[in-house]
Every structure is written in C-alpha cells, then in structure tokens.
C-alpha cells in the first residue's frame, strides 16, 4: 500500500482562489485600518478594490504582499499562508507601490536585474528585453533611474513587480499621475498579463479605469469591505441610466415631487440627478420640475457609471 | 515550487551594494580617500614629544661662566632659545603674551659665587597652561642644573682630596620604541579610529539609504530571508574595512616607519572581530534611523566617546575607576591593545587572547541585538 498523495495546497485546485483573505484585522496603535475583511481573488480576474482615502485598501494590499503583519485573520495566495510561507507565497506575488521610488544610481536593467535576484531568479536577456519592450523602457536600458521621467519610474515599478513572473500582481494606484497615453498603453498591457494568465488586483482612485478593467469590484470604506460582485451585475443593480437636469437658477431644496421620483440635488443647487433602470422617469420627472416652477435649462441621459455606484454606497445612501 | 535560490539573492544583495556604494562620491571619499589623508594627518600634527620649547634666557650677570651655563642648558633641544630678556618681569611679559613657554633667570655673580663656591639659584618661570609641556620644560632644566651642582660638588671634594661618595646610576633602555616617537604609538590607535568612521559610519548610511529612498518596501515584499538579506548588506563594508586596513598599516609603516613584529595573522583575526563589531553598532544605528544624516549623526554620537574612552589619546589607567570599567565594553580599546601589540610588541595569540575573546564577545552580542532589531524591523 503506498502512502496518500499529500493533499495540495486549496488554490492548487482548479478554480480555487489565488488569495484567501479571512477575518483580516490590522491595527496601528489605536487606529483599526482593516476591522475583519473577508475576500477571496478568482484565479485570472482583474479584480478593482475602490475605496475613499483611508478605507484600508493599501493596508489591505501590504498584508497579502508581505509588507505588513496582521493583527488578526488569515491571508493565504496560492493556498500558502503569507507568513508562514513567506518565502512561497511572496515570490508568487508582485506589488507595484503607489509611491514612486527608484534607486538613485542604477541603472533600468541594474534595477531590473538586481530586484529578479532578490526573488532568487536569474533575469534572462530574452525576458529582461521583453519587459524593457512591453513597457517602452528598452530605449532606457542604460539609462540611470534618476534620469527617468515620472512616467518612466513609474513603468519601471511595474517592471520589477514582473521580473520574478508572479502568478498575483497587485497594482496600488497604478496611473496616478500619468498622462492619458501612458494610461491608455498600461491598460493595454494590464489586459495582456491576465490573458497570459497572471490575476491583477488593482486599487484606483480613478473609476474608470476600473470600469474599463475590471471584471469584479470590491468597495472597502472604513476597513469594511462594502460589495465585492461583478462589475455588469453591480452596474445593473444599481441602475442602468442617469437622468441630469440643469436648472436656469439654483435651489436650496429639492421639491417633494421631485424627492418622491428618487431625484437628489447635486452640491451648488443648480443641478438634479435621477437615477432608475429604465427611462420611464424623465417625463415625470420634467413635469414634476415644471410644477414646481423650476425652469430646465438642460437635460442629459447617460449610463450609471462605477463611479455613481460608487458614491452612492460609501456615502450610505444605498445600502450594498 | 522550490524556495528561491539563496545563493543567488545574497549575491544580488552584494553586488547592488557594491554598486551603489562605488557610485556614491560622498561613500566612496569616506571609505578610500579619507582615512588615507587622516592617517597622514594626524601622523604628522599629533606629536606627543615635547622639544623646543620656546624659552627667553634672562642673563643678568653676563659672564662666561652663566654663557656656557645657558648654552649647555638648550644645547639637548628641549629648550630653544627664543629671545633674550632684560629682566624677569619682561621675560614673563613674552609668557603672558605667548612668545615664550619658558624662562630662565640666571642671577648676578653667579659665575662668582660659583667659582666661590657660594650657593646660588636659578629661577626657572614656566607657562603652566599645558601642563605637560610645562612639566618636561621644567624637569630638563632641574635635570640640567641638578647635573651640574653634583659636578661642583665633585671637584670640591677632589680638590679637597676627599673621596667622592658612591653614587647610583640608572641606565634606561628603550623597548618597542626606543626613540619614543609618538607615530608608532599613535598610528595603530588611528587605525582604529579610522575604522570606526569607514565601518559604522558607512554601514549606518548605506542601510538607511534604502528607507530614506523608500525602496525598503520592494526589498521586503521579496523572499528574501533577512540573514541573506544582513550577509549581502554587510559583506562589502567587511572588505572595505579589511581593505582600508591593509593600506592604513601600509602607510603606517613605510610612511611612520611603524614596526610590523607581530604575526599578521593575529592582526587579521583581530580586524576582522573588530569589524564584526563596528558592523553591528553600524545595522544597529541604522535600524534607528530613517534617513542617510539620522545615520550619520547616531554614528557619530556613538564615535566620540567610544575613542576618548579607548586608550588612543590619554591612558586609560589615568580615568576614574568607574570609567575604567566602561572601557571593557569598548571595542575600540581592545583593538588598539590589539595593534599595538602585534604591530610594536610582536605580541601572539598567547598575549592577546584576553583582547581577542572580548572582541569576540562584544561583536557577538551588538551584531546579535542588531540582527534582532532588524529583523523585527523587516518581519
């Protein structure tokens, strides 16, 4: 009789998750970051964590990455606790900060070269020419970090978060700052990685961009994880249009009519929105305005973006 | 998957240091040029030897005989001539304003009271602002004129056909340094110094210089042990330290002319235990600081007093007990006992083995508090 196989790690599975975050607390002194987070990242996703200033999604995103130790809970990526196995768990994970940083006198290839070998991985001259080229670094190749523009680091960040191959890339406001080209071409290559198969985690402050990337979407306000759901069905829960009136004068207050339609009164007075699933409101809704003496000076109908979904659940006016 | 490979992330540790720290000027002036320019320097300034002291002859009876007498009295060196004064009022007037360190007043008639054989006096005036100088000026002119008065006494007995009385003579030789130049003392002492600036100072900068540029945070989201990681940061301020070393007793005996009796191998061990130190007081400051100048400074602050307290400027024995005792938790002092010992005494292992197991003992325990800082710093 031979011995069992040993069991394999849970995200060995097929369809297991890639990270398992359960019951995840961090305190700074008094200040609880993350007071019990619950969350699992889908093996190949690209998975956006929005979240107001402060909501605990950089803490949350430096605890899986090794950077910080929780105070409580379990992290596990690929199956692996993060602390225990940290040497397993940490070379299948890749951060890009938030913050630009950069090493003053190395090179790009140094720096890209010097950060494989602390993953313990010999950077290749094919591998190392294909990150330099996907990220429109190969002209820079010798050039000192120092010299770079910000836009430069900041592909050079991504960059040492890929020489090591990592199975989870997490990217901590990867455009911040960038101009609109650059976002366009980071995009492009974020899409690439995931259909080579490596899982993206991505915090943004732009929604946009996570409407454009994502395919699921966790909200996190007050070290609380508010929804996690697929971006369609999110997007279609809470309403598929947005209905935008412009008055000819301000209002300080929203006419009952208007309040019964669900309208809400945009800061400034000079504005009212309404969101619904279908159209059927407009008509009631001009009425209602012109009944009560407002006069419309423009109206305007669009999709229910992330980012009204977004405001609508961290300032608690929808529950999730 | 198997762990990452150790071998290669020390070495990538290493050699990114390496990188860094041979582009960075300001390092590199404090690791080759500066101990290099110091060593010379104070080889040169530092002169414990006390000679030509400045010193006004006041000859009030201007005859042959008080001529010879001051001639005599500066020919060893020790004191110079540096002016002559009418009277001891002037003379002391060239001390109080610093044209003179010293004076000698040689009354009237003592060339006839002399040959008389009357007793007389000389008065010697001494500026006792440094006492040591004041000290060796005063003891070589009662050495000269105790010398002197014993020569009269000689001839009168002889001429009085008397016996001349027995009389003890004290014949000093000179070990280790028999010229008693201050160099061959000084420069091992410098040497430890020196590597106290290279290795402490330098470790401290290079460790903080990661946090100050905030590339901490990549560092610690790799699988990088923190050994590995200690052992790659460390390695190449050991070779520095060993290298400056190397140059240092070079300089120090084909510039100083510093005697190399002892076996190098003693000396290396004792460097290389030193250096286990003045590393881990260098990780420690730098778990302590957040940028390259909070560094600096804790280095610094750690420095001074580690050198006052070791021996390399004033004796150890001449503290006050309780200040003596510190200094056994002082590896700078053990160092330089050390040095001194291989480098003038030709001192083995069976003399130095107190020093050496000290060394051991204080590098293992500041490179073992150091260690664990850091890694509660980066765990």
Redesign the interface.
């Given at each position: 009789m031979t011995a069992p196989e040993p069991a394999l790690p849970s995200a060995e599975v097929p369809g297991a998750p890639v990270v398992e975050v359960r019951g995840l607390v961090k305190r700074f002194g008094d200040l609880t970051a993350v007071a019990g987070v619950d969350l699992e990242i889908r093996r190949g996703e690209i998975f956006a964590l929005l979240g107001p200033n402060g909501a605990g999604k950089t803490t949350l995103i430096s605890v899986v990455a090794g950077l910080l130790r929780a105070t409580a809970g379990e992290v596990r990526v690929l199956g692996r606790d993060v602390v225990r196995d940290y040497r397993h768990t940490r070379r299948s994970v890749g951060l890009v900060p938030q913050e630009l940083n950069f090493d003053p006198f190395l090179t790009v290839e140094e720096a890209l070269r010097f950060q494989a070998g602390y993953f313990g991985v010999r950077l290749g001259e094919e591998r190392l020419v294909e990150i330099l080229t996907a990220l429109d670094l190969i002209a820079k190749r010798h050039t000192n970090s120092r010299a770079l523009s910000g836009g430069m680091k900041r592909r050079l960040l991504i960059g040492k978060a890929l020489v090591h191959e990592p199975k989870v890339l997490f990217l901590d406001e990867p455009t911040a700052g960038v101009d609109v080209e650059l976002r366009r071409s980071l995009w492009a290559y974020v899409r690439e990685l995931r259909s080579r198969g490596t899982t993206i985690v991505l915090t943004t402050h732009y929604l946009d961009e996570a409407e454009e990337l994502a395919d699921r979407v966790g909200v996190i306000d007050g070290g609380r994880i508010v929804v996690v759901e697929e971006k369609e069905a999110l997007l279609r829960r809470y309403g598929g249009r947005t209905f935008r009136l412009a008055l000819e004068a301000p209002i300080a207050e929203l006419p009952p009519a208007l309040a019964a339609l669900g309208a809400r009164l945009e800061p400034g007075g000079a504005e009212l929105s309404i969101e619904t699933s279908g159209s059927a409101l407009l008509g009631p809704a001009l009425r209602a305005a012109e009944e009560a003496g407002l006069t419309v000076r423009d109206a305007e109908t669009r999709r229910t973006t992330l980012e009204d979904v977004f405001v609508r659940l961290v300032s608690g006016r929808e529950p999730a | 998957?198997t762990?990452?490979?150790?071998r290669?992330?020390v070495?990538?540790?290493f050699?990114?240091e390496v990188?860094?720290t041979v582009?960075?000027r300001r390092i590199m002036f404090m690791v080759v040029a500066a101990p290099m320019v110091q060593t010379l320097i104070f080889g040169f300034a530092v002169d414990f030897d006390v000679d030509k002291v400045p010193t006004e002859v006041v000859d009030l009876d201007r005859s042959a005989e008080s001529r010879e007498h001051a001639r005599r009295l500066l020919a060893d060196g020790t004191l110079l001539r540096s002016g002559e004064s009418s009277s001891a009022e002037e003379a002391s007037r060239k001390i109080d304003v610093g044209l003179a360190a010293a004076a000698v007043v040689m009354p009237r008639r003592l060339g006839s009271d002399l040959v008389a054989r009357r007793p007389a006096e000389v008065q010697v005036i001494l500026d006792g602002t440094d006492p040591n100088r004041a000290s060796i000026a005063g003891a070589a002119a009662s050495r000269y004129f105790g010398e002197r008065g014993e020569e009269l006494m000689r001839e009168r007995l002889r001429a009085a056909g008397l016996r001349e009385p027995g009389q003890v003579e004290s014949v000093p030789r000179v070990a280790y340094n028999p010229r008693l130049k201050t160099a061959p003392y000084l420069v091992p002492g410098i040497a430890a110094t020196l590597l106290v600036i290279v290795t402490t100072l330098v470790t401290a900068m290079g460790l903080s210089r990661e946090r100050e540029?905030?590339?901490m945070?990549?560092?610690?989201?790799?699988?990088?042990?923190p050994l590995w990681l200690l052992l790659g940061k460390l390695l190449p301020f050991l070779l520095i330290g060993l290298l400056d070393m190397g140059l240092l007793i070079g300089v120090g005996t084909w510039v100083f002319e510093v005697p190399l009796r002892g076996s190098l191998l003693v000396a290396g061990v004792g460097v290389a235990l030193y250096l286990f130190s003045t590393l881990g007081v260098g990780l420690l400051i730098s778990t302590v600081s957040q940028t390259q100048q909070q560094a600096f400074l804790g280095g610094f602050l750690f420095m001074l007093p580690a050198i006052l307290l070791s021996g390399i400027m004033t004796p150890i024995r001449a503290m006050p007990d309780w200040l003596q005792a510190i200094t056994y938790v002082n590896p700078v002092r053990h160092f330089a006992e050390v040095m001194r010992g291989v480098l003038l005494h030709g001192s083995g292992l069976e003399d130095l083995w107190f020093q050496l197991a000290l060394l051991a003992f204080l590098g293992a325990a500041i490179m073992g508090l150091a260690v664990a800082r850091f890694r509660t710093q980066i765990?």
């Open positions: - | 998957m762990g990452p490979s150790p290669l992330q070495a990538a540790v050699r990114k990188r860094q582009r960075d540029n905030g590339t945070e990549q560092v610690l989201v790799t699988p990088i042990r765990a």
